[in-house]
């Protein structure tokens, strides 16, 4: 079992066996935004936005440190900070018992990668579609390597008969645009997920549920962006909601329509666009920077991101 032991603001020592760290280790390789880099005397080091997690194997702790140490704890651990205990981290989501009940899965990709779109996917499942969903292999896409793989299952999911499906794909252009304007990621995250949630609504009207990943702090953010679209509907927001065939398949679709962005963009501009906002992004946008200028970054990259500002 996991135990916190509170620490300075911005810092948590985080008391973590073995099995713990390993399944840790396994949840931060697949999970978007996340790169491991060397720290000594560490099996493991994993830095994001804001943060940095490092697990000490002597003395069987995890040190999360940075100005997003708390929403680590929060998001990743699925933990309160200051709470105890913690309960066990799941290597990665799998589809348990199927939720046969008629509702949308909303799923996005690419809102931790500095190059590429935004994209955000929307599923309806129901009794009919959801055996079939999971007889397809459905479940997170993060916890499939293969991106042809993602793609295929991706045309298999819109193939299937009764499964009504929706996606918006934001290019760096436009997603710049809507930023700028909003100032916030989780409120341009909800007008996505909204929007999909209305076009899946148009689709199947008498559909009384929509399920996503909660994404951020207050549910209200996508249930009033929701309400704006003039859409009345039962909207559960939960951790790992991935776990649902539904909005497992609608990661598969946001994911390829994400890889596809990307291999065409990375031909188009003949450099490779890598994926998350590690070290080796910053020096592929430098290349890309040597090539086309300053004024076409936008074409390619979520500038706020601090990729940016480290240019």
């Known amino acids: 079992m996991v135990h916190f032991r509170g620490e300075m603001a911005n810092q948590h020592s985080i008391e973590m066996n073995e099995r713990e760290a390993a399944a840790l280790h396994e949840k931060l390789s697949c999970r978007a935004g996340f790169h491991e880099i060397t720290r000594p005397f560490t099996a493991f080091c994993f830095e994001g936005q804001n943060v940095v997690a490092a697990y000490y194997p002597k003395k069987s702790r995890l040190l999360v440190q940075g100005k997003g140490a708390d929403d680590f704890l929060e998001f990743v651990l699925l933990r309160t900070p200051g709470t105890d205990p913690v309960a066990p981290i799941p290597i990665a989501p799998v589809i348990g018992s199927t939720d046969m009940r008629p509702h949308f899965g909303v799923d996005e990709s690419g809102k931790g990668d500095y190059f590429g779109p ?152 003949g450099c490779k666009l890598p994926l998350g906002c590690a070290p080796h992004v910053k020096k592929a946008a430098r290349v890309f920077l040597e090539r086309y200028g300053r004024e076409r970054l936008g074409d390619v990259a979520k500038l706020h991101f601090k990729v940016t500002g480290e240019l």
């Not at 007889?135 to 991706?154: E, F, Q």
């Not at 929509?210 to 909207?235: K, N, T, Y």
Request: charged content about 25%; aromatic content about 4%.
């Open 118 to 269: 935004l994209v955000v996917a929307g599923v309806y499942s129901d009794e009919r579609t959801a055996a079939a969903l999971v007889k397809l292999g459905c479940r997170d896409s993060k916890a499939i390597k293969d991106d042809d793989l993602i793609i295929r299952m991706a045309e298999q999911i819109k193939s299937l008969p009764g499964v009504a499906h929706a996606t918006l794909c934001l290019p760096p252009t436009r997603y710049n645009e809507v930023y700028a304007g909003i100032g916030n990621l989780n409120k341009l995250l909800a007008r996505g997920h909204a929007q999909i949630i209305a076009a899946l609504h148009e689709k199947v009207p008498d559909c009384p549920r929509a399920l996503c990943d909660q994404f951020a702090g207050r549910e209200s953010v996508l249930r009033d962006a929701v309400r704006q679209r003039g859409v009345c509907i039962e909207l559960e927001q939960r951790h790992r909601a991935e776990a649902d065939v539904a909005v497992a398949a609608a990661s598969i679709l946001a994911r390829a329509r994400f890889v596809r962005w990307m291999r065409e963009a990375s031909e188009a501009c």
